[in-house]
T-cell receptor, first 111, second 111 residues
Framework: RKEVEQDPGPFNVPEGATVAFNCTYSNSASQSFFWYRQDCRKEPKLLMS?????NEDGRFTAQLNRASQYISLLIRDSKLSDSATYLC????????????WGAGTKLIIKP | DVKVTQSSRYLVKRTGEKVFLECVQDMDHENMFWYRQDPGLGLRLIYFSYDVKMKEKGDIPEGYSVSREKKERFSLILESASTNQTSMYLC??????????FGQGTRLTVV
């Protein structure tokens, strides 16, 4: 089993719809979680951190479920510009500064 | 704005060549990383450095070495390039809070 797993997609979603995807992690001691966004042929950029209590940033909501060991990202009222690959990142905190990256979920928003 | 700059966007090298990939950051970050990204595999850590002249192996260090003589610069060296090192190489830097800032990436093709 991979340490961090994501559905590769692509998720094809009409503009304006709500879409959610999950990321599972294997190390139950993991402490920090992040969602990054990567546009085609560009570098990853931090979208949001994921806190235990969940957090929201505009149309984006991130949740952490420790019992089931997954994090989720919900995008409401999706825009064409949301089309990208979303990378889940976990810091297991048992090694020095090492982040574990998921392979990403590709999202395509259609007009 | 944090700026992480990689010396080349695209490189084509021959098998057996020694290849240098340079990365410079302007935010005085302690930590710097080299990743490679391949389809379906996500980002895999090659090496990281948490201080000048300090380096630690990541998950896939074989065939690579690194150099960090100055805090702002972290170089990745392919000692003898092989075709299986064709990939996208991403440099990142981070402060101790571990959010990673990436360079624009170098797409290396070894022929």
């Amino acid at each position: 089993r991979k340490e961090v797993e994501q559905d590769p997609g692509p998720f094809n979603v009409p503009e304006g719809a709500t879409v959610a995807f999950n990321c599972t992690y294997s190390n139950s001691a993991s402490q920090s979680f992040f969602w990054y966004r990567q546009d085609c042929r560009k570098e990853p950029k931090l979208l949001m951190s994921v806190y235990s209590s969940g957090n929201e940033d505009g149309r984006f909501t991130a949740q952490l479920n420790r019992a089931s060991q997954y994090i989720s990202l919900l995008i409401r009222d999706s825009k064409l510009s949301d089309s990208a690959t979303y990378l889940c990142v976990v810091n297991p905190m048992d090694s020095n500064y090492q982040l574990i990256w998921g392979a990403g979920t590709k999202l395509i928003i259609k007009p | 704005d944090v700026k992480v700059t990689q010396s080349s966007r695209y490189l084509v090298k021959r098998t057996g060549e020694k290849v240098f990939l340079e990365c410079v950051q302007d935010m005085d970050h302690e930590n710097m990383f080299w990743y490679r990204q391949d389809p379906g595999l996500g980002l895999r850590l090659i090496y990281f450095s948490y201080d000048v002249k300090m380096k630690e192996k990541g998950d896939i260090p074989e065939g690579y070495s690194v150099s960090r003589e100055k805090k702002e610069r972290f170089s990745l060296i392919l000692e003898s390039a092989s075709t299986n090192q064709t990939s996208m190489y991403l440099c990142a830097s981070s402060p101790p809070t571990i959010e990673a800032f990436f360079g624009q990436g170098t797409r290396l093709t070894v022929v």
